[in-house]
């Protein structure tokens, strides 16, 4: 098992940045790729980002393109997600999400682990 925890979220204003982290912990030797996803109240959980733990490859989902930067430390087994620009539209819980394939997918089911998620707000 891969255990997956969050941090960084908060209150910030439009316009503000935060950083998340998410840390994974167990069997990471299984992990090839992380993704941020998030979930707005009243909303389905939508695709934020992802990258592949090996080789460093992201892609994002259009509406955060050039304002979010995922990235990755493999010796401390943690995944972060920059988040600049903020918008209103933004504001949701944030999960981080570990899969035991590359798939270089948007899709939930693509990702095998889970965290709690970390919840972010922004204020206009």
């Known amino acids: 098992q891969v255990q997956l925890v969050e941090s960084g979220g908060g209150l910030v204003q439009a316009g503000g940045s935060l950083r998340l982290s998410c840390a994974a912990s167990?069997?990471?030797?299984?992990?090839?790729?992380m993704g941020w996803f998030r979930q707005a109240p009243g909303k389905e959980r939508e695709f934020v980002a992802a990258?592949?733990?090996?080789?460093?490859?992201?892609f994002y989902e259009d509406s955060v393109t050039g304002r979010f930067t995922i990235s990755r430390d493999t010796a401390k087994n943690t995944a972060f997600l920059q988040m600049n620009s903020l918008k209103p539209e933004d504001t949701a819980v944030y999960y981080c999400?570990?899969?035991?394939?590359?798939?270089?997918?948007?899709?939930?089911?693509?990702?095998?682990?889970w965290g709690q998620g970390t919840q972010v707000t922004v204020s206009s």
């Open positions: 990258i592949s733990w090996r080789g460093g490859s992201t």
């Open positions: 999400a570990a899969g035991r394939a590359w798939r270089s997918s948007p899709l939930s089911g693509a990702y095998d682990y």
């Open positions: 167990g069997r990471t030797f299984v992990i090839y790729a």
